[in-house]
């Protein structure tokens, strides 16, 4: 049996936390909904952003294993040796239903975003500039990939979170409120009839003492 | 101001370097997770990272999951696609309904 005390001030109690887990449930509820619509949204996009840079970056591997063919690794490392370029990232944060989502903006340091070659031209294969060109390509992909990819992850994560307080609300404390007010109302009701039934009896007996009904009940009928 | 690291086997990164990307050549799991911890706490807020050495490092790439920074990409390396970069993906959709809808075909 459950273990609260049968009193109207429990009941007041219960029925007002009642009340508000039930409030909190639904709420919860539309959050949960809310947040897979928009997860479900983003982690397509996420898929097809994946597949898209993961080729391309294979590609670019190719031409990376072509140049480093045709050149010795020291001059591949001298060639990278001191990069012209120098990226920064900017983030700000925006929420989606209580998630704080990331969001990348870049700034490079040269002017020209296209000013990516560290070397001189006459020793270098030209399949370098052929594969720093295609990485430079997919660096805003990338990028975008990396902010898709892991709003996902917090996105999915607060989705789980939010769905055991639901199921916990559902499944746990609502039944248990609601099984604890109905047991202190049938508490009540019971203490109510039986002391119904107490003064009526009392009635009953101070009738009796005054009236004796049940001698006058017994006494022969002399007429 | 954040930054972007670049960390996995010598070859499948050197290029990065040319972007303007930070990058860290790593073969060793246990160094590179040290250097991992490191870059994260040190204002870089993407690290992209080949799916071989990935492989090596889970337990330090879930720690950062479900932070919001750094975000911890895993990309293709030279060795070819291992296919861990989608697997990341689908375990999100896995965490978040239950069950993997986006994926089953």
């Known amino acids: ?223 | 101001m954040y930054k972007i690291a670049v960390m996995g086997d010598k070859d499948s990164i050197y290029g990065f370097a040319a972007l303007g990307l930070d990058t860290f050549p790593f073969t060793d799991p246990v160094a590179a997770g040290r250097k991992m911890r490191e870059l994260a706490e040190n204002n870089y807020a993407v690290i992209y990272i080949t799916e071989a050495l990935a492989d090596k490092l889970t337990a330090e790439i879930d720690h950062y999951r479900e932070q919001m920074l750094p975000a911890i990409i895993l990309i293709p390396g030279v060795s070819g696609n291992t296919g861990k970069g989608i697997q990341s993906v689908k375990k999100s959709v896995e965490q978040a309904v239950g069950s993997d809808i986006i994926f089953n075909n």
Do not use: W
């Open chain 1, 1 to 223: 049996m459950p273990t609260v005390n049968p009193t109207r001030m429990e009941l007041t109690r219960l029925k007002v936390k009642l009340a508000t887990a039930t409030r909190g449930h639904k709420l919860l509820k539309d959050k949960r909904d809310e947040l897979m619509r928009q997860f479900l949204d983003l982690v397509r996009v996420n898929k097809t952003l994946r597949e898209k840079v993961e080729q391309e970056l294979q590609d670019a591997n190719k031409n990376f294993v072509l140049a480093r063919s045709t050149m010795s690794s020291e001059a591949v490392e001298v060639a990278f040796m001191a990069p012209k370029q120098e990226v920064s990232v900017d983030v700000d944060t925006k929420n989606v239903m209580s998630v704080d989502i990331p969001q990348f903006t870049t700034h490079t340091r040269t002017s020209d975003a296209n000013d990516i070659y560290s070397y001189g031209f006459a020793f270098t294969s030209s399949d370098l500039d052929d594969a720093v060109q295609s990485l430079a390509e997919l660096q805003d992909d990338m990028l975008k990939l990396a902010e898709v990819e892991k709003s996902c992850q917090l996105m999915a994560a607060e989705i789980e979170k939010t769905r055991r307080r639901v199921n916990a609300l559902e499944h746990v404390m609502i039944p248990e409120y609601q099984k604890n007010i109905k047991y202190i109302t049938m508490k009540l009701d019971e203490n109510e009839r039986s002391t119904q039934i107490r003064l009526m009896k009392v009635k009953d007996m101070m009738l009796e003492d005054k009236h004796h009904y049940k001698e006058k009940l017994e006494e022969p009928v002399t007429e």
